[in-house]
């Protein structure tokens, strides 16, 4: 009896540590629950939907448009705006949305209507990556980061570079990702066409390099770059939209630019590049169903 009390006792600490250990469930994104207030009725009522959205990342959604989408307007009919507009949604406040679904007495009895809520938002992705120059071997610390943001900027080719003479150039890369099943767009609600309107980069220059980007980037985007001669910095932007292409499951947008003319530095250098890009982005609700009976 002794013995067992003691395994009794082992298996309760090992299971409260475990509680206590586990690491709560960090949401990220948007959530979008939607709900009825009726999920059968007969020709000529109506139902209720109702969309709840929970802002899940660290700045506020701007310019919100919330609508429901994929539903036969012969039978179906919302008396609402659709889409609704609202100017913001800040992070963890959730927002409710309503509209009425009447069904008009064109419907078929036992038809089903599947319906989601569309959620579209201006966002800005902003993002930094420290560049170290240095003549030697170095402890210099350089940084990176990011704001938690549906569309991702990864700099490639920016780890630590050391200056010598046959160091010349520093080409690197950014990566433009899409994190999250939504859908980028510089259209708009109605027609989502994967393309990112806006890329900034600053580049501070101290004298070290000048810097381009790529030919093929500036023939594919129409991208320039011009130099500030009061603050040396570098600033770039695209001309026209910026296409995110499908690889496998994600999508992606690979930007190279080059820092050339790389001058022998006499010290540590650390320079810190960065990055924005502003965007549509588009989040749709998980499907509701609904059936026609007769009245």
Known sequence: MKKTTIVITALLAILILGCINQKPTVKEGIEISVNLTLYKLARGADTTLQAVVTNYLDQSLYDVQAGIVKYVSSDITIPEENPQTIPEIRPKVPVRFYWTLHVTENAQENSEYNQNVRVCFNYTTISYHDLLITPLTSNAS??????????????????????????RSIPFTIVLSNKYKGRPTSLGFNLLDDKIREFNIEIPSNDLFDAQASPALQSQWDFTCTKNEGTKVFYCKN????????????????????????????????????????YTYCFDSPQITFQVIKG
């Open 142 to 167: 350089i940084e990176k980061g990011q704001n938690v943001a549906p569309i991702s900027l990864e700099f490639i080719g920016l780890e630590d570079a050391k200056s010598t003479k046959s160091l």
């Open 239 to 278: 001309g026209i939209p910026i296409q995110l292409l499908l690889y496998g499951e994600s999508y992606e947008a690979r930007l190279p630019f080059t820092l050339n003319n790389l001058k022998q530095a006499s010290s540590d250098v650390v320079l810190r590049i960065k990055a924005n890009t502003t």
